[in-house]
């Protein structure tokens, strides 16, 4: 089931980005949990067809080694709610499968619809261990409007995932996203994002064009959110977190280049 906070946009089907993404981690060696299913992912893409994220592979590698820690992390201190924003065709409410724990899943309503089919297909539904999947349009949308109404508890804490995501939303909008989500998020809760950062003294606007003039799928969905490290964690502050743990993408050795992905973790500011 999905939970539709609104219509699906005319024409607008699953993003190739997300089908990209999901396709190249199929490839990953990857951990699950004791009841996971670490053949997920590859299930997932079931009939897909081929792509290819060229040299962003790298970068996706050491993105999907920190938020699989992150979400092991969080699992085992206890944290019984994962909430995955822009989840694409992620996986691990299936890898990482365990008793008790409960995963919301936040995307459009045309790669949402596509993956309920699948995961249906695969017996893995909400009912089955599967996650709850919401859509949502981050740019229109009362976030946290959505996750209660597909049964997040705002009173227990969460592991929130902004994973690739921010990068695709313009300031306002990732404001409003990451303080919807502070709003859900109780006490010992904790955020994990990627950030797409850029050195000091470069002008934002300009490195965003030139980045997207470089990729084949800009015209579609095009990258908004570039900053300095420092601006992009004002922003997190801004929204009510507060940043705690910080790694350069290129730190986890899958040859990311340096200064390009910051991967962070923030914990929700005292009201």
Request: with cysteine.
């Amino acid at each position: 089931m999905i939970w539709p906070f609104r219509k699906r946009q005319p024409g607008r089907g699953p993003s190739r980005t997300s089908q990209a993404v999901a396709l190249t981690r199929a490839e990953f060696a990857r951990p699950h949990s004791p009841g996971g299913d670490p053949d997920a992912q590859r299930r997932l893409c079931g009939g897909m067809r081929p792509a290819d994220i060229g040299s962003q592979r790298a970068s996706l590698a050491a993105r999907t080694r920190f938020f699989d820690d992150q979400v092991l992390a969080a699992v085992s201190a206890g944290i019984a709610q994962i909430v995955i924003v822009g989840a694409g065709y992620d996986d691990r409410a299936l890898r990482f499968r365990s008793a008790g724990v409960g995963f919301f899943e936040l995307d459009h309503s045309g790669t949402q619809a596509d993956k309920a089919a699948r995961l249906r297909a695969l017996g893995a539904g909400p009912d089955s261990g599967g996650p709850t999947l919401a859509a949502a349009d981050f740019r229109a949308d009362d976030v946290a409007a959505v996750l209660a109404a597909c049964g997040h508890d705002a009173a227990r804490p969460s592991l929130f995932i902004c994973e690739g995501l921010l990068v695709y939303l313009d300031q306002p909008t990732c404001l409003r996203l990451l303080g919807a989500l502070r709003e859900r998020a109780a006490p010992g809760s904790r955020l994990a994002a990627s950030l797409s950062v850029h050195r000091d003294g470069l002008d934002s606007e300009r490195v965003a064009a030139i980045a997207n003039a470089r990729r084949r799928s800009a015209a579609a969905e095009p990258w908004l959110t570039i900053l300095p490290a420092a601006a992009h964690l004002d922003l997190l502050r801004r929204a009510g977190w507060r940043p705690a743990d910080q790694v350069d993408a290129a730190d986890l050795g899958t040859g990311a280049e340096p200064g390009r992905s910051l991967l962070v973790t923030a914990d929700p500011r005292p009201a």
